[in-house]
C-alpha cells in the first residue's frame, strides 16, 4: 500500500483531462483562482477591522417601500401545524 508512485498520479491526471478536458479543468482553475483571492480580501479586511479596534458599521438595510398600486398582494406567509 504506502504511498503512491509519480506513475499512478500522471495516469490519474490523464484520465482526469481525458474526462473533463483541458477547458474545462482551465475554468475550474480560474473559479478556484479567484475564490482564494476572494477569501484573502475577506481575512485581509477582518486584519484591518482588528487593529483600528473598532468593528466596521454593517450594511445598511433597504427598508421596503409599499406603494399603492392595486396589483400589489401583500400575504403573510404562516407555518404549517
Known sequence: MGSFSIW??????????????????????????????????GVKGADNVAQDGTPAAPPQQVASQRSNDANTVDVEAKTKS
Open 8 to 41: 499512478h498520479w500522471l495516469i490519474v491526471l490523464l484520465v482526469v483531462v481525458m474526462i473533463f478536458g483541458t477547458k474545462k479543468l482551465k475554468n475550474i482553475g480560474t473559479d478556484l483562482g479567484e475564490a482564494v483571492k476572494g477569501f484573502k480580501e
